[in-house]
């Protein structure tokens, strides 16, 4: 009896290591012969409905087995299916689409930097490049009055509130996870380094990231954005108008030399005509920006210009006849620059 039951086991045994060879060797066939193949999963996909796809587009070797094993996987780990664009090369297999659609490691990434200072549309076309995606759906997106809801934003459009950084994303990626991921990202920010100074700045978040957007769009260095941001608050608590170029610009929506017709736009950005802050950000600013306007240098300050040097440096006066003095300046500087 005892014999009878070691050799059933070692048949058992042996029976196994068959299976699991034979389950090894299937599962390490190649799907396909094209040195990339790319394969989309749509968001919500089943496993079964995601295996599927795959197949559809590679023609897998057992389709049946990938889909039972991956149903197993999924009850076992917990996991869901992980949606978007998948590259399948000529020595991809059976057991990598397993371990992609679990963990996403053959979705494609792309690195992006956002610089400070810029638009949503700016940023919406280098995303677009980036990521081979349509920068209409991520300015769509950007301008969505459910997305401002969720991150308590005023205003019509996101415009401020993404965070200028370097990011990592899936090439293809969904534009809303785009434009959610920044947001987040100038939350956290925002939480962490500018939530505390908010109280004693006596404005509110929105008209801080309004002040901050101004200041990035005017200073050329981060040293002279506090002294920039003490400017516009002298401006602002005298009563006086801001006339920031940038304002009439974003207004304008084009970034040039700005005419004397143009100080006449009805633009509500227009800051030369409307009085105190324009209705929201003019761009998106970094961090440095956002420190100035909740921050800014004490001083007495009413005017600046840039010096014309090359510098991007600017000089500053306390009252119009210095003003005056520091345009001439500027003007025989710029005469007398080499030009390109």
Not at 163 to 191: G, I, L
Not at 225 to 244: K, T
């Amino acid at each position: 009896m005892r014999n009878r039951l070691v050799r059933f086991i070692l048949a058992a045994a042996v029976l196994l290591a068959l299976a699991a060879a034979v389950l090894w060797w299937q599962l390490s066939r190649r799907i396909t012969d094209d040195p990339q193949r790319f394969v989309y999963v749509p968001r919500g996909s089943s496993v079964v409905a995601a295996v599927d796809t795959i197949d559809a587009q590679c023609s897998l070797p057992s389709a049946s087995l990938v889909s039972l094993s991956a149903r197993v996987l999924a009850g076992l780990s917990g996991r869901t299916i992980q949606s978007g664009w998948y590259v399948f090369t000529d020595t991809s297999t059976q057991l990598d689409v397993l371990k992609a659609l679990f963990s996403g490691h053959l979705r494609p990434t792309r690195r992006v930097t956002i610089p400070e200072g810029l638009h949503i549309r700016e940023i919406g076309g280098i995303v677009a490049r980036a990521l081979d995606i349509d920068s209409a759906s991520f300015v769509d997106i950007a301008e969505r009055d459910s997305v401002q809801r969720s991150f308590g934003v005023e205003g019509t459009s996101m415009e401020g509130y993404l965070k200028p950084d370097t990011y990592e994303f899936f090439w293809r990626e969904d534009a809303t996870v785009v434009v959610t991921r920044m947001a987040r990202e100038f939350q956290s920010m925002w939480n962490r380094e500018c939530e505390g100074l908010l109280a004693s700045s006596g404005r509110t978040k929105h008209e801080i990231v309004t002040l901050a957007s101004i200041v990035q769009a005017e200073a050329a260095t981060t040293s002279e954005m506090p002294r920039i941001a003490g400017v516009y608050a002298n401006r602002l608590s005298r009563g006086m108008r801001l006339e920031a170029d940038p304002t009439v610009q974003y207004g304008l929506g084009q970034r040039r030399r700005l005419l004397y017709r143009d100080l006449d736009d009805a633009s509500r950005y227009n800051t030369y005509v409307v009085e105190g802050l324009p209705p929201g950000p003019i761009n998106n600013p970094g961090l440095e920006a956002l420190r100035a306007a909740l921050r800014p240098e004490e001083h007495d300050y009413l005017f600046f210009v840039a010096r014309g040097d090359g510098s991007g440096l600017h000089t500053f006066a306390r009252n119009g006849q210095e003003h005056l003095l520091n345009v001439r300046r500027y003007r025989r500087n710029r005469s007398l620059a080499p030009r390109p």
